[in-house]
T-cell receptor, first 111, second 115 residues
Framework: GQNIDQPTEMTATEGAIVQINCTYQTSGFNGLFWYQQHAGEAPTFLSYNVLDGLEEKGRFSSFLSRSKGYSYLLLKELQMKDSASYLC????????????FGTGTRLLVSP | NAGVTQTPKFQVLKTGQSMTLQCAQD?????MSWYRQDPGMGLRLIHY???????DQGEVPNGYNVSRSTTEDFPLRLLSAAPSQTSVYFC??????????????FGAGSRLTVL
């Protein structure tokens, strides 16, 4: 089975940096995704890691350590529009390669 | 490209009623799936399809049916609605080819309330 843990809620200030952690346990790992979901909207893709290390994409970066079962999403130069839920999802390497989602971290950015 | 289109956006049902949530994608994606999202639970997979004519159960399939007669369409049927099926439903699709492989594209969601 798979188990994914991420904090329920975080707060940060505009212009700051925030790190959202995700730990996972899985029987077969084949990649980790981060999605952003604004309230009342659909999730949208942010990043994908399958190998250890850091993937940078503008203000957002994602890190993976497969041996530790750990990932983080780093958001720099926070803007008010970054207030959203951030979903960590792990893909298995069995069959359909199902995605299992964590419960999400709600980030509130204040002025 | 419209992406993934879901209808209806909102629906209220009485216990025991049946209904179909429609989902269509115009990206020629092989894979389509249905998720439900409940507070504190994360997105959970209901049913999925790897191609026309092929469907399979996800994590929470009970009370739901699906079919995939074409590449584009993947409707979700609630056979006899129950209050426990009150949720937000998302249809998603993805391809297994190219640089965007395995990235889910979600529909806008359907908020269902069962009284």
């Amino acid at each position: 089975g798979q188990n994914i843990d991420q904090p329920t809620e975080m707060t940060a200030t505009e212009g700051a940096i925030v790190q959202i952690n995700c730990t996972y346990q899985t029987s077969g790992f084949n990649g980790l995704f981060w999605y952003q979901q604004h309230a009342g909207e659909a999730p949208t893709f942010l990043s994908y890691n399958v190998l250890d290390g850091l993937e940078e994409k503008g203000r957002f970066s994602s890190f993976l350590s497969r041996s530790k079962g750990y990932s983080y999403l780093l958001l720099k130069e926070l803007q008010m529009k970054d207030s959203a839920s951030y979903l960590c999802a792990v893909r298995s390497n069995t069959g359909f390669q199902k995605l299992v989602f964590g419960t999400g971290t709600r980030l509130l950015v204040s002025p | 490209n419209a992406g993934v289109t879901q209808t209806p956006k909102f629906q209220v049902l009485k216990t025991g009623q049946s209904m179909t949530l429609q989902c269509a994608q115009d990206m020629n994606h092989e894979y389509m799936s249905w998720y439900r999202q409940d507070p504190g639970m994360g997105l959970r997979l209901i049913h999925y399809s790897v191609g026309a004519g092929i469907t399979d159960q996800g994590e929470v399939p009970n009370g739901y049916n699906v079919s995939r007669s074409t590449t584009e369409d993947f409707p979700l049927r609630l056979l006899s609605a129950a209050p426990s099926q009150t949720s937000v439903y998302f249809c998603a699709s993805n391809t297994i080819r190219g640089s965007g492989a395995n990235v889910l594209t979600f529909g806008a969601g359907s908020r269902l309330t069962v009284l």
